[in-house]
């Protein structure tokens, strides 16, 4: 678009241009007109002279443009006063082509104006996806923060699920056995009553046989209660008793699969009182039972499998053993089986969220295990091939 009220000028102008192969929009010879074609014809460019007859002078109408349009402005200019100069100046314009001026020079100065807003317009678009990058960076840190909670929380009550699954059939195996010592003393009142035997005697025996199968029953609801009560607050409790509990809810079913479990409280410690001095921790009791049972289930199902043969030697007897030793900052807990070990190959990936080579594992016992020892609780959980399997080791600081 041409702005310039001398029309022998704008005439020669613009064919100077067309000559050039550009195209000329408009030809406007006021301030006012230039404003108001420029919103009609949106141009590529301005060029425009910047005294003009009328009111509103070239700077005037440049500026009043440039407020709402995003066209770049070359100013045409004779013998131009310095304040007219610094006015132009001010309005940040993309070059001055000085009247008279050569083919060769418009040339010139258009490409360079034109290269230079282009360049201006991508830098503006860079910064503008940079800043809307950065916005969105924020919201997705917030979003993955947020997600990555949910998962944890997930994971928590699926592993909750499948230790709850587990101790369902560890607590059918611990009453297989007294549930049949019922049904024979029921089996035997029969009997006892056909042949009339039943005297005060045989009654108090009977009753004090069956209240005997029912308090085994009853207490291994007590620790599956306790096992699965939630855990607020950190408190203390003794880490051998702690895992005696877990033993004693799972060591009928192990027995039954001919695996045994054998723990030891070792270096300096009393043994013997139920409340070993010095294993008393502070932390979750629960959370860290449930550890336990993770570790002793897959105990087994590797003991399991290299009964099964494959690739490994195979074993007849199964066997478990935990030791707890009480060093001068920590407890520790070592969980030894005599298992196939772990590959190599996979040792370092077996705390992962969902890494399993079971075919019905989901592969969560290890990853919450982890969590819990050491997010929750401050320690460390790690293992290492022993000579003759797996061994996990708990440390917990006391
Ligand atoms: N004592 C062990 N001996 C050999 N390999 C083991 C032992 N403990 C764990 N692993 C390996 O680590 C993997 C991950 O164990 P993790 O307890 O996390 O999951 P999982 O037992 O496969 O499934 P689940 O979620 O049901 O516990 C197992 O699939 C197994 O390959
Ligand atoms: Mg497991």
């Known amino acids: 678009m041409i702005v310039e009220d001398e029309w022998i000028i704008a005439a020669n102008l613009k ?3 067309q000559g050039l192969n550009y195209e000329v929009c408009s030809v406007v010879f006021s301030g006012e007109d230039a404003v108001k074609r420029a919103e009609d014809d949106r141009p590529d460019i301005i060029l425009m002279d910047i005294l003009l007859r009328g009111e509103m002078d070239g700077i005037e109408a440049a500026e009043n443009i440039t407020a709402f349009l995003n066209i770049p402005i070359v100013y045409l200019t004779s013998y131009t006063d310095d304040k007219t100069l610094q006015r132009a100046k001010a ?3 993309f070059g001055y082509i000085i009247k008279p001026f050569e083919k060769r020079e418009l040339r010139i100065i258009i490409e360079m104006a034109l290269y230079k807003h282009n360049m201006e317009m991508k830098l503006r678009e860079k910064s503008r996806q940079l800043e809307e990058l950065n916005r969105n960076l924020e919201t997705k840190v917030r979003d ?7 998962k944890e929380h997930m994971l928590i009550q699926q592993s909750k699920l499948a230790a709850m699954g587990e101790m369902m059939v560890a607590i059918s195996h611990q009453w297989r056995q007294p549930l049949n ?4 003393l029921i089996q035997d009142l029969e009997e006892a009553y056909a042949f009339g035997e039943i005297d005060k005697c045989y009654i108090e025996n009977m009753s004090r046989e069956s209240m005997a199968q029912l308090a085994f029953m009853s207490n291994t609801i007590t620790d599956f209660y306790n096992f699965f009560k939630p855990n607020k607050d950190k408190v203390s409790f003794d880490v051998n008793q702690a895992v005696e509990d877990v033993i004693s809810l799972v ?4 027995r039954s699969m001919d695996i045994h479990i054998h723990n030891a409280v070792v270096s300096g410690i009393a043994t013997g009182s139920s409340a070993v001095a010095g294993l008393v921790i502070k932390g979750y009791p629960g959370e860290f039972q449930q550890v336990i049972l993770n570790i002793l289930n897959n105990a087994r199902d590797a003991i399991i499998k290299r009964r099964q043969g494959g690739e490994f030697a195979t074993i007849n007897r199964g066997e478990i053993d935990i030791t707890l030793r009480r060093d001068p900052q920590k407890a520790v807990i070592k969980i030894k089986d005599n298992g196939p070990g772990i590959p190599d190959n996979i040792i370092d990936r077996i705390f992962e969220p969902y890494f399993t080579t079971r075919e019905d594992g989901i592969g969560i016992g290890l990853y919450m295990s982890k969590v819990i020892v050491e997010s929750h ?3 460390r959980l790690y293992v290492e091939n022993s000579e003759n399997g797996a061994m996990f080791t708990i440390e917990l600081n006391a």
């Open 15 to 17: 064919e100077m241009l």
């Open 91 to 93: 309005t940040d314009p």
């Open 144 to 150: 993955e923060i947020e997600k990555g909670r949910k």
């Open 181 to 184: 010592v019922i049904g024979l």
């Open 251 to 254: 060591h009928v079913q192990l």
């Open 377 to 379: 609780m401050g320690g």
